[in-house]
Nanobody, 115 residues
């Protein structure tokens, strides 16, 4: 089993920045990728960014150039640096951990972009 905990959400003004942190614990040796998804009210959950073993990253078009995903040195942590935030970035952000044979989700952290 893998436990996933996110932190770092909050209220920020348009144009501001936030940094989300996700920590995975438990059977982390076989993690293949860690990523961030988000879900806004009334919308489906969507991929924001993912970091795959080997340094490969992938971003949603809507966040390219504004968000940066990175893995921690211990490989059981992933960060999402969010800059130039827009009101449409408002959502619950979920950390996803993919390991061989299983996928795990955190409880989510709320990000609200509003003036």
């Amino acid at each position: 089993q893998v436990q996933v905990v996110e932190s770092g959400g909050g209220l920020v003004q348009p144009g501001g920045s936030l940094r989300l942190t996700c920590v995975a614990s438990g059977m982390v040796l076989t993690i293949r990728s860690m990523g961030w998804y988000r879900q806004a009210p009334g919308k489906q959950r969507e991929l924001v960014a993912v970091a795959i073993s080997g340094g490969i990253t992938n971003y949603a078009d809507s966040v390219k150039g504004r968000f940066t995903i990175s893995r921690g040195n211990a490989k059981n942590m992933v960060y999402l640096q969010m800059n130039m935030l827009k009101p449409e970035d408002t959502a619950v952000y979920y950390c996803n951990v993919d390991r061989v044979g299983s996928t795990y989700w955190g409880q989510g952290t709320q990000v609200t972009v509003s003036s």
